[in-house]
């Protein structure tokens, strides 16, 4: 152990201590309310851009402030326990269409919709329908967006109509007329024809090319045509 005497502090000592002490705390309130004032200038520069009643006021009180700041801190929670509600909502109508959709296609038939329509017969059905559009289209290059749009039930007819005797095609003609016709069923039809004419043209971005680019589709389309029609003689 040391057995050094200790030397005793002298009043100067004493009081250069109490003086570091005294400027060491000085220094730190000082360097809080920096933070404190550099904080609230910044909440006033935020409500300003989000509260325009406050634009005009060069200087808020710091009460001021924070009141508005609570005030949009509580609007925005109010406004996200909102979204979270229409979130749920959502996902709940989603799940009850899922289930609806789920339902629907345990009606089906094992072996997909019932058709007396052979694949050939199917295929052929296609050409002439392709061959068709073509040539109505050349004539008029709107015609090429109508059967955009007229492929979708063309699909349809050909998987729901059945052709093994007249009873049984006036039964399923007439069921696909009120199940594929209707403008429930037309609408998507229609959103999925314009969709594949913003995916294959310019129209969206250049609409005067596009003319000239129907055109070209049509001139590859009966290329197709012509090639098969080639292949199968």
Known sequence: MDSRPVKPITPEERKLYKEVRRQSHITAEQKRRGHIKAGLDQLQVLISRVDPSSQNQSKMSKANVLMKSVDYVEKMHSRRE???????????????????????????????????MSGRQYQENQRRFTQYVCERSTQNYRFWIFSLMAQSLFDSYNSVVS?????????????WNSQQCSLAALRPAVQDGLRKISQTTSILTEPNRLP????????????????AMDSTT
């Open 212 to 227: 000239q680019q129907l055109i070209e589709l049509i001139q590859e389309e009966r290329g197709k045509l012509q090639g």
């Open 163 to 175: 052709t093994s005797n007249m009873d049984e095609f006036c039964r399923t003609a007439l069921a």
């Open 82 to 116: 909102a979204v979270d509600s229409e979130i749920a909502l959502l996902q709940e109508q989603v799940k009850q269409l899922n289930n609806s959709i789920n339902r629907l296609q345990e009606q089906l038939p094992a072996s997909g919709a019932a058709s007396g």
